[in-house]
């Protein structure tokens, strides 16, 4: 299979703790892992790979130019590898097994190529230090990758959101989001209803926010209490406020590109965490859930 280059694009907080991950991760750790997302160099395909806490940072402080007081782990291997007059070439992801990404690094001893088997994060750091680039393979990122919306194309879909294309358990949330507006006395549904039913209900989506360390119980509590104390949270209008409007067309967005026939509860989500104007998209911010972390996770349970 072919090497694809790719960069760094971020890394991001996750909330999902470490055995949810079920091995995911690069490496067995305590505290909040991070999302490291690679993406493809000459195309659109994003790698998130988990990683820990202490090696994201090692590879942020090199990206973000930190001067720290003593060398890291990577600060060592390379000076190991230029005591030992060797050249580093690339950085590989080369393998996914059992959720677990495996990767390489390539030096050059004398003219003659060495791979060395290591873990993601710690090739990464490596790789970063001495400016070399970084590869995934093409059979990794047929499996793993993701592409995300095209921020141009959200929006555009305004005529496409009939609810013959939800799934019985979308529908059921916006159904069930009406419910919670009547029990509010609310002449109007925002995106602070929809997540409150979306919370309720037993799907892919609650299950995503569960596992990123969300209290369901919690975030329903703040929302009505927010609700309750605010009526024009989104706009003073009746019916479906312009925020939930919005979080639809999302999502209906999300399924196409995630090759989904129906809408699901997790494009849902996606198109809460997306409307820009939302409380909802506030409320999952706060909750630590980005659309990365999404991804990220949709990619774990359909494996």
Known sequence: MANIEMIIDSIRVSMMNYQAMKGGADSGFDGNPR?????????VRYLPIWIGPTEADAIAVKIQGVELSRP???????????????????????????????????LRVEGVPLEIDCRPS????????????????????????????DEESIGQTADR???????????????TSEAEARHLHHDYVSTGHLLIALAKKKNTASNIMKNAG???????????????KEHA????????????KEAIRISVDEARKLDSEEVLPEHVLLGLVRASDGIAANQLKNSGITPEIVYAELIRLRK
């Open 161 to 175: 959101g009939h609810l013959d294309i939800f799934s019985k358990a979308a529908r059921d949330i916006l159904t």
């Open 35 to 43: 999302v490291l997302i690679l993406k493809e160099k000459a195309g």
């Open 214 to 228: 969300v209290n369901l119980g919690r975030i329903e509590k703040d929302l009505k209490a927010l609700l309750k």
């Open 72 to 106: 890291l782990a990577p600060d060592f291997t390379c000076a190991v590898i230029d005591a030992l007059g060797a050249n580093l070439e690339s950085a590989i992801i080369n393998a996914l097994e059992n959720d677990t990404f495996y990767a390489k690094v390539v």
């Open 233 to 244: 949270v989104e706009g003073d209008v009746v019916g479906l406020t312009p925020a939930v």
């Open 122 to 149: 710690d090739a990464l750091a490596v790789a970063v230090r001495k400016g070399v680039p970084v590869f995934a393979d093409e059979e990794v990122l047929k499996r793993a990758s993701i592409v995300l919306p």
